[in-house]
């Protein structure tokens, strides 16, 4: 029996009926931009994430770049951005027109590495940071690294595309962050029918900002504040995305109990299955393995031939790109990034996984490396 890497298609009984109703209701009444909707959708996540303001996008990489531009990052700037990370993260930065320069990871946790971090502040002086919550979880540093950005006066961006549901000291790990974001790829653990993201922060004049340039730049329908884009956030997504929050506590909880099922039954093999730092519920976004090359090719062969889905979340360092060329401004490592990299295998994880086909997994696992 086959299992796929990830498996978007396993709705719970009688959403896609009422998904169904809603777009033929929508569409009815032509409501595509704008709208209840999409004001429904930031308020609910003000409300369930703990933060003053929500402003809805097109996508997260639009959200990273609504956030710095709102932040004040442009031309002449330099930006810290973790080297292991999605891309967008990187070329975030480089799209407002600041130079980056990359952070090597933190190898117990796969966020920034705090000494390199304030070294990079010390050697480089940014006018901003970005960290990744990557993996559903993020730095057991976190505290360190925004009191360090605050002292230095260096404004901290989350990029929390991956950390819907996290939980960071028994709250939602958005909430004490200056400025955040997400994104609602469908892969994601709150995803929509298609793109979209959001912007979070409490600071008022940060998320008009936001909303100012995701809409052109207005400041009333004909009248223009400053050279923005279009980065709305259509009506249709923030539908599903509602209908989604609807169902979002019993797919957490799915995406955990598969998560801790790896841990429980792949302990002993020659391979270390990451957890959560000590202080986070995560949120079951994907299952992160590390081990050596040659062991981690054998597994990758065992696996592909039973018809079992894995990933490489990521299998490169950002600063070894070959699209940095130009852009990166320097790259403070220690080489961690790179062996990092070259060690992350992901096995399947999504809602509602059966207990067969996470059966099946460890078996093969087991079956290759014991």
Known sequence: MGVPFIDLKRFESGFLDRWIEKVTAMSGTASFIGGPEVAKLE??????????????????????????????????????????????????????GASPVTVDVDMTDGGVDLAAFAKAIDDHAPKAAMVAHLYGWGSAQLKAIRQLCQD???????????????????KSIYRDAYISTTSFYPAKVLGAAGDGGAVFTNDAALADKVRQLGNHGRTQHYGYGSVGWNSRMDSLQAAFVNLSLDYIEQRLASRRQSADYYRQHLRG???????????????????????????RGTLEAALKAEGIGFGNIYPGAMSAQPGTEGYLRAAVT?????????????????????????????????????
């Not at 990029?159 to 819907?164: E, R, V």
């Not at 093999?269 to 062991?295: F, I, K, Q, S």
Request: charged letters at 20%; glycine letters at 8%; one cysteine or more.
């Open 43 to 96: 308020a609910s996540l003000s409300e369930r994430l703990g933060v003053s303001h929500t402003v809805s996008c097109a996508n997260g990489t639009d959200a990273l770049q609504l956030a710095l531009r709102a932040m004040g990052v442009g031309a002449g700037d330099v930006v810290l951005v973790p080297d292991v990370t999605f891309w967008a993260t990187f070329e975030a930065v480089v799209n407002v």
């Open 152 to 170: 230095r006066k260096v404004m901290l961006l989350e990029d929390g595309a991956q950390c819907y549901g996290v939980e960071f000291d028994g």
């Open 269 to 295: 093999l020659p391979l270390r299955v990451m957890d959560a730092p000590a202080g986070y519920l995560e949120n079951g976004y994907c299952n992160v393995c590390h081990l050596d090359a040659p062991r």
């Open 334 to 370: 220690n080489g961690r990034a790179t062996e990092y990299c070259s060690t992350v295998l992901n096995l399947p994880l999504f809602p509602y996984m059966t207990a067969a086909e996470l059966e099946t997994v460890v078996a093969v696992v087991k079956k290759t490396l014991a």
